[in-house]
């Protein structure tokens, strides 16, 4: 039995291995193995306004396993962290913050002056699927909201657009439950427990999702820690575009209620001097409690479980385009409505070869001091990402 047992470290680590090989031996052909090697090179100033470089290096090997209705997904890293970030005097306190995870699936393998070395269970899954039920437990990506820039509904593990690695979505450790009663029809349960030493809120969930009409629908209704939370998302097409909306109601927990709403629009333009076509999307976000935003500088890209802003109304842009099969150019651009400020984040992306990618991007703010982005310092990146 895989059960009553405390988890934390490498002992965590281990005992989700043995209790996968045993009920997945890696001998049956449904076993895929896979993985994934980047190199992220940091230019930025640190808390004392000093440049510097950091490498991020992160090794990801992926194992995946199905066995008639049962399934298995590991995702397990390694990440190493060296030069000014591990330098930064306020390092020491942010590698002490613990991941918002309810398992303790990472620890520490060595920190010194220069080099910081950890390791995590970045998903671990197993999951019974049989005719239109699916359950999953353990750790899992749990993404709602059809937001391109912002996601109100998505209470689990939302990420700033501001994140220097948006795509790297903490784990929710959560039993989900999927029931696919039509073809466009399903309705959701998730039950995530909570763990206050490490800041993280006990959190139930159901949402039913279908397309009614030409519009596709879902409603939300959660319970995080004390507050109640009643969400809505929909998309529809608009001519050639595609609209969307998506809101959040909140009771607060007791205290002030609140609310979240994006309003978007975005198409495929192919104009004759752009053949490939031009993506296109535009995003209003509104939030009427604001509170202190996530740090642009975030190595670690933790999220509390709620979207954050300085100010009430922001606007985002986002535009893609691929300048070649081998070359895509994107852009995010977001303003701060109530106090002048802008945050604009190109990228320029290369598949140099079959298997390797190479990213050229930026982080760039400026506007009023006391706007959203103008406190911060410009970041430059250089990513290699390697599939094995």
Known sequence: MCTDVSLKGIDGLVLILLCSAYLFPVSSQAALFSGQVTALTIYSKDSRQHRGTTELGRLRLEFGHQKGPLS???????????GAAVRDPIFPVLSEAPDPTWLELSDTIDQTAALFWRHNLYRGWIRYEQDNIRFTAGRQRLAWGSGRIWNPTDRFNPVQPTALEPDQKTGVDALAMNWFYSDVGSLAGVLAPGKSRRGLARKTALRWQDTVGEFDLSILGARVGQEDALGLDLTGNLGQA??????????GGGLTGYSQWIAGVDATWYPVMLPNGLYLAAELFYNDDPTVSSNALSLLNQSSDRLQSHTNYQLGFLAGYDLTPLWRLEALTIFDLEHPSWFVAPSLKWSWMENIDLTFSSRLFGGQSIGEFASQSAVYLVNIEAYL
């Open 72 to 82: 298995l997904k590991l995702v397990y890293d390694h990440e190493w962290l060296w």
């Open 242 to 251: 595609t609209i969307r909306f998506e809101s959040l109601f909140s009771d």
